[in-house]
């Protein structure tokens, strides 16, 4: 056995219960096998978080551990023995991301319609990553209550485990105009589609400790280099509930746009190869009626924002 001082979120019982598999007393120093040395090890190294010595992991100034932190670290620690600390060290950005993703969930619609039935009524009963890179797919086998009453058999479903999004489709009330970005994107290209390049709205994951709000502003600076006077919400959905767990936050953005129908944008450090268009309205929405607007948001978005256009007009 090893005493060691678990400082930082490490002083947070139930991130010692996550990392260490097991509840631990709150005295500064703990005796710890090694296999459990190694566990704060692999915890510390994956979450950037400091040293004090060899009998010391984090330091007093990495603060507390809250619920975003202790959702990452239950990411970080089910990569324990078989993904190196340093890699999800990497990975730290879409591992918090899709932690904020979780809590933002907790912020669910009403059940007027719907039934009222909680994911806590579901019985889980395995689950496993299939695929751990940038992107998460996993499986669970579970039951869950149905319509005709009592629980139904235990089923295996796979989803892929993403961020939410936030959406945003530039409009100029003035000059009654909309931009839209075009690139290559893979699921087109994934399916056989021969022309892979989308025109969509303005997109961006939204990191943790952002609101859609500010992350939609910040990708429309980043990849059209515009500044939304105002943000007019759309709504917000699953893009594909049966198998995703990816979540769109919609938005109109009001601003001036340039008079120049083409441009470029995007960021060189992220690879990203963007042009945009900008487009009366009218042949915006000409797009829905030749299919070349086969994009979920953009469809969503023009047809809102021809609902609500003469409003937005009328005080652009």
Partial sequence: MTRVRLNG?????????????????????????????????????????????????????????????RLAAEEIMEGFGRLDAGLLRERRPMILSRAASRIA?????????????????????????????????????LRHPTFSGGMGPRVRREVFVATDAAIVLPYDPRRDRVLLVEQ?????????????????????????????EQTARREAEEEAGLKLCRLEPVGGHYCSPGCSTEYFHLFVGLCDLPDKARGRGGLETENEDIRTHTLQFDRAMGLLDTGEADNGPLILSLLWLARERDRLRAIG
């Fill in 9 to 69: 979120p490490l002083r947070d019982a139930a991130m010692r219960r996550i990392v260490l598999g097991r509840d631990v007393a709150s005295d500064e120093a703990v005796a710890l096998t090694s296999e459990e040395v190694a566990r704060v090890e692999h915890y510390v190294t994956a979450a950037g978080l400091s040293r004090e010595g060899e009998e010391a992991f984090g330091a007093e100034r990495d603060g507390g551990a809250g619920a975003l932190e």
């Fill in 184 to 212: 290559f994107r893979m699921g087109p290209y994934g399916r056989g589609d021969p022309r892979p390049w989308t025109l969509e709205p303005i997109a961006g994951r939204v990191d943790a400790g952002e609101m859609p």
């Fill in 105 to 141: 969930a907790r912020e669910t619609v009403p059940a007027d319609v719907r039934s009222d039935a909680n994911a806590g009524d579901v019985e889980l009963l395995l689950r496993e990553n299939l695929h751990d890179g940038f992107f998460v797919t996993r499986a669970m086998e």
